[in-house]
């Protein structure tokens, strides 16, 4: 199984970057999606997550400006960012609960992280 991101980049304080994350390889179902991210110096934090359902669930620092979405067809799991702040500035990992087959236990996978830069 593989979650591969793209997006993110650079942008001011007040704009908006999204991010994408598809995964692709051996699998039978895909549970809970989510975003973290990592500053430098910092520990890698939860940003957002999603249920297969599509119920979501936000950090307190992002309510109101992040919204995280999934399409299921397509196995992708998106992560719009709007108001940017300079404080959002991290690598942005992709996170899927994954199993590839009926019977296997649900297994963690991440992607390779992409940038996010907002200058002030």
């Known amino acids: 199984v593989q979650l591969q991101a793209s997006g993110g980049g650079s942008e001011q304080a007040g704009g908006s970057l999204s991010v994408s994350c598809v995964a692709s390889?051996?699998?039978?179902?895909?549970?809970?999606m989510a975003w973290y991210r990592q500053a430098p110096g910092k520990q890698r934090e939860l940003v957002a997550d999603?249920?297969?359902?599509?119920?979501?669930n936000y950090v307190d620092f992002v309510k109101g400006r992040f919204t995280i979405s999934r399409d299921n067809a397509k196995r992708t799991l998106y992560l719009q960012m709007n108001s940017l702040r300079p404080e959002d500035t991290a690598v942005y990992y992709c996170?899927?609960?994954?199993?590839?087959?009926?019977?296997?236990?649900?297994?963690?996978?991440w992607g390779q992280g992409t940038q996010v830069t907002v200058s002030s």
């Open positions: 996170n899927a609960k994954v199993r590839d087959t009926m019977i296997s236990p649900w297994a963690d996978y």
């Open positions: 390889g051996r699998i039978f179902d895909i549970n809970d």
């Open positions: 999603i249920t297969f359902g599509g119920k979501t």
